[in-house]
């Protein structure tokens, strides 16, 4: 069949809007086209780019309507499609859909950037289920991440459109909200209520199913006579090959054997993406109906491989349904694992086919495939065949596979039968959204009427570079009897044959070892079930299982079975209604929506790469060193430079001015000091022709020595950042003598920021004297227009940053955004043109450097009562390549370092390592979070040695009445004590702690643990020049104010809070009051919005400014009283009054000397205590968070919503810095975890299954505006109580076990620590095993 050279026409619609593409280019995804939705990760692992598609379905004729991720959408694969987008579904200049309104109305919008794709998800749930259950819209939204919010309000709006959802928030406590009349407006301003209710569900607007987009007519009349000729797209590099019938792509396929067919995408575009595959044509069968067609027979069930892992799901769930259980064991095996696999959206595009072939080590259906016979049929031009699913398909040997004009037609998955057992088994990093560390599937089938073994098949992936059959086991096992000694039998021979190598892709060796006899266990339980339900009376000798170690198979071991079912969180946020006598228009202290929560739900918020291309705009990318340590030798750009569109290379030797610092380079020169520093940039006129440039630059390096990634090797050569910080109070070597001691050493794991929206900044160089407009997603926009005037030797004044909106920081965008900035400007500057420079998720991990990984020794001295006598901690964090916050942040983690706790005898040191990593930076709570869990870790271990709970230790040593800290800062504890009693109270703690007990002495292989710990959180920068903000107000003729002030909208809700305090200054509603950016040009020389004193400061600014004008008007007011607002305003122009003004702030003299070790750094601290309580798979590392109780001190919340956003947000996240999130490292020190597939940031299925969250009601605190605090960063050490739980429940483990109950503390409890904590008779298999083998 002739290929023409003419490219046809793609048809698809957009928003019921037709597109016609003339010349698509099958390597641009749809994504590229997309304003609204938002580009997070480009692998299909973040749903930042969700839209939903609609398509018929050529077999039923039934239009399907589901979510993608636009990311991995080729546009040549819409032909036919109808695409709905955020800007489809509703708009703020139209109308609001019902997800819209309600996700932004609900709080559940922060920075925004995750929101288009969460409303997308959502809205598809409900094209297609207008009252979805609570589990469909936990999966719906299970492959959508949100950095900021924590997740809870984004289910608490998803929640109202659910068939359960019609009670009240406070289920379960015999007491209604609403039946109080606490949700209406009045009683919000009842005096010392507690409210309960954030939102008004009866405002929102009905659902009306009518009302959607319909499918496009055209493209019906497409589907009923469906085009049968073959289209061709050609691109630059692909081409696209979609024929219209069956005989058309066999064809194809003999024509172009090496080309690949192209279903869903999502493994061979990540593939594209990152291993640069190139293939110069693909395949489209998504026209040819017989890859869709399901059949089922009286044995088996036959589904083409064009169906999606979605449809494969609703197929095998209708089966499961309509046959007897016997039969339909593999199907629901497979049920299983098609729930955790992926996202909805990847389940949606993915195939069967596609996911068959790709064979991908961590298949999770191959497996089980595999165990379940199953044949694939094959067809090509020459005729059909059929091959089985075996482990020579799998292992790809050439014998057992397709040949290269063969496509795969169809799987057969045949029934199971009467004394057939199939299940599956998986583990990953977390529940939902991850790829599986390892998994398993496994059938066996008995004799009749016995426990013989006739047959077993055993299958494992995520053990080698394919999916492995342990064959020769299961061959060596048959016509053995179910038993004990079966059992030890297979673990040894399971152990040799699934042999991992040493060193295997992406480590955790033992560990995974482990999971294959773990899983071989759960599987030897489950079919003991089975097999006894089966037989009554049974004769297998169940008194075999009455070994030492076993007993019997109670329900104590029964626990090993259940898995941790998806849980709909729960949960109840209490704060404090405003004073009765308060004003209605006045909006400080009431839940108001974040300013930009519509637009964010609509799309229509703008972030820096959303401005549209500029004029004669030209794009940069990166080009970074891929060596740790070493001079650069040569540099080759010739290849580089040939390739079409490239137009400049941009080297240090281009700066006019200073190349950054002589230790801190922007660009490197000569020597580089980590995989990921910059070395130079390409600018080209596409973003895609930079990349490929890139690809084509050669450099040449001599390795240097010593090269050093690793704290303890940076101790072992002297290699620090910054002298010693140190703290000490007491006299500690004398307390050391007369008490009890244990020295312990504490590991915890950096963090990557994520923040939704990379690095992303456009510079405008404008025609006249050098100046430049700068638009950049930044915390601190005076610290880029500063370093990119001397970096361009210009003065500050030509220079203007704009800074809209920010889609995340949490302390990542405060340093580095002035470096890109800084690259892009020069960029502008030696082409004339317009530079955009947007990081590549890749790139941004990469590049930017996280959390500081940090590493505790501890000598604690106690009496046995648990009284803390002496406390000697020294700390070491991974500062990485160059200094950056590190010193700062040493200084902080040692300020902070005694938390809660008064004890007399006291020396804390901090260093900060030198090593060739990236260089960590600051991140929210600034060392705060790391250094913390060094001392909660060691009073858990004087716990231990006194044989008392943890929580009496912590209260013995609590400070109790007005102290000094140890830097002699005096400070009231009380509320610190009142939110730690209040959450012992709120959490039932001490019932629990009873509850937990029971639980572990009736459960052996599932513990659950409990633990609450309590917070003193020092706000605000140690240095007084932070403590200052500026803000500018004016009020125009029309009466309507536009407010400027220092801070950046990070998803924080800042300009919402400065408008609530503009508005209550000015007496006028928040409707006249704007804010329009953030910007140089209108404050200047502003302070990094950082450190949780944004609203305390910029509020008292904005205060100070509101303050003058309203003084200015006062005599008019006076003169007419009973005038408006607008009539005012025209008075005091017409009388010359100026309706400008700056506040200004000058705040806090924050002081520290630290030669005396004596300051007052701090203008307050943030108290609170949260409670934990965790269940833990001792089998396999996994664990459930049952409940999570967090009361904190806000005082007079300015905005509760926000506030309480804030504590819920930042709790999130550090509940995944102390469990899930993993930075992973090649001995090269390359960064391995570089996406959302690798590094594992919660989900939604990770928000504890009841989470409450109270602000404890109104203390005071003089020094802020309207004595509210700022919440920024406090929240996030809170998330360590699911750590310590976790701790807990290992410990109970390990007691039963009777193992020491004291162990290394290495944060994150990964499962991977988890499992080999609980250490048992196999892991002590895998031990002898690697002693041995
Ligand atoms: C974010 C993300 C998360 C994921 N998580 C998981 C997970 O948790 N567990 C898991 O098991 N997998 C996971 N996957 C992998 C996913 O299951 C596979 O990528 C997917 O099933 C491949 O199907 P596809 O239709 O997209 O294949 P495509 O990418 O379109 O094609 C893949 C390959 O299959 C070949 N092919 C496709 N159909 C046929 C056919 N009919 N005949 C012959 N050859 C064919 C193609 O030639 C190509 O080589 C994940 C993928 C992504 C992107
Ligand atoms: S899933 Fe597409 S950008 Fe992340
Ligand atoms: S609001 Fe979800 S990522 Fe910011």
Redesign the pocket.
Known sequence: MPCPSRSDELVFFVNGRKVIERNADPEVTL?MRLTGT????????????TVMVSKRDPTSQEIRHFSV????VPICSLYGAAVTTVEGVGSMKTRLHPVQERIAKSHGTQCGFCTPGMVMSMYTLLRNHPQPSEEQLLEALGGNLCRCTGYRPILASGKTFCLESNGCQQKGTGKCCLDLGENDSSSLGRKSDICTELFVKEEFQPLDPTQELIFPPELLRMTENPEKRTLTFHGERVTWISPGTFKDLLELKAKHPEAPLILGNTSLGPAMRSKGCLHPILLSPARISELNVVSKTNDGLTIGAGCSLAQVKDILAERVSELPEEKTQTYRALLKHLKSLASQQIRNMASLGGHIISRHSYSDLNPILAVGNATLNLTSEEGTRRIPLSEHFLAGLASADLKPEEILESVYIPHSQKWEFVSAFRQAQCQQNALPDVNAGMRVLFKEGTDIIEDLSITYGGVGAATVSAHKSCQQLLGRQWDELMLDEACRRLLDEVSLPGWAPGGRVEFKRTLVVSFFFKFYLQVLQELKKLIKPFPVPVSALNSRRYPEISDRFLSALEDFPGTVPQGVQRYQSVDSHQPLQDPVGRPVMHLSGLKHATGEAEFCDDIPMVDKELCMALVTSTRAYAKIISIDLSEALEIPGVVDVITAKDIPGTNGTEDDKLLAVDEVLCVGQIIFAVVAETDVQAKRAIEKIKITYEELEPIIFTIKDAIKHNSFLCPEKKLEQGNIEEAFEKVDQIVEEVHVGGQEHFYMETQRVLVIPKTEDKELDIYVSTQDPAHVQKTVSSTLNIPINRITCHVKRVGGGFGGKIGRPAVFGAIAAVGALKTGHPIRLVLDREDDMLITGGRHPLFGKYKVGFMNNGRIKALDIECFINGGCTLDDSELVTEFLILKLENAYKIRNLRFRGRACLTNLPSNTAFRGFGFPQGTLVTESCITAVAAKCGLPPEKIREKNMYRTVDKTIYKQAFNPESLIRCWNECLDASSFHNRRKQVEEFNKKNYWKKRGIAVIPMKFSVGFAATSYHQAAALVHIYTDGSVLVTHGGNELGQGIHTKMLQVASRELKIPMSHLHICETSTAMVPNTIATAASVGADINGKAVQNACQILLKRLEPIIKKNPEGTWEEWIEAAFEQRISLSATGYFRGYKAFMDWEKGEGDPFPYYVYGAACSEVEIDCLTGAHKKIRTDIVMDACCSLNPAIDIGQIEGAFIQGMGLYTTEELKYSPEGVLYSRG?DEYKIPTISDVPEEFNVSLLPSSQTPLTIYSSKGLGESGMFLGSSVFFAITDAVAAARKERDIAEDFTVKSPATPEWVRMACADRFTEMVWNYCLFS
């Open positions: 994504l938002k580009y997070a990760c480009g692998r299909g692992g973040c749903g930042a780019c991720t636009t990311c991995l959302p």
